[in-house]
């Protein structure tokens, strides 16, 4: 019988970063890294260069034209934010 490993949660700097599915929570990253009020996730989400990466990635990845699978927003409930899938997050880094 194969014993399941448990992953360890994600932390920065001493904070948890939540996870949903395969996504990571930008906002949690965002306050990881110390909350630059000029660096909010809905600031750079409205940046016209962003719309454009984010279109992108939804062409190469197959996802919805309005990325809603790249990006996706929660509000209110639980654990809101702004959510990333994990694989896009590499390509994210790189701007």
């Given at each position: 019988?194969?014993?399941?490993?448990?992953?360890?949660?994600?932390?920065y700097?001493?904070l948890l970063i939540?996870?949903?599915?395969?996504?990571?929570?930008?906002?949690d990253?965002?306050?990881?890294?110390?909350?630059?009020?000029?660096?909010r996730?809905?600031?750079?989400?409205n940046q016209?260069g962003?719309k454009?990466f984010?279109?992108?990635?939804?062409?190469n990845?197959n996802?919805s034209k309005n990325?809603?699978e790249?990006?996706?927003?929660?509000?209110?409930g639980?654990?809101p934010g702004?959510?990333?899938?994990?694989l896009d997050?590499?390509?994210i880094s790189l701007?």
């Open positions: 019988m194969t014993k399941l490993t448990k992953i360890p949660a994600l932390t700097n001493g939540h996870e949903k599915g395969e996504k990571l929570c930008l906002t990253m965002w306050r990881a890294a110390g909350s630059n009020e000029t660096q996730p809905n600031d750079w989400l016209e962003t454009t984010v279109e992108y990635l939804a062409e990845l996802a990325g809603n790249v990006i996706q927003t929660v509000r209110g639980k654990n702004t959510l990333a899938d994990s997050l590499r390509e701007t």
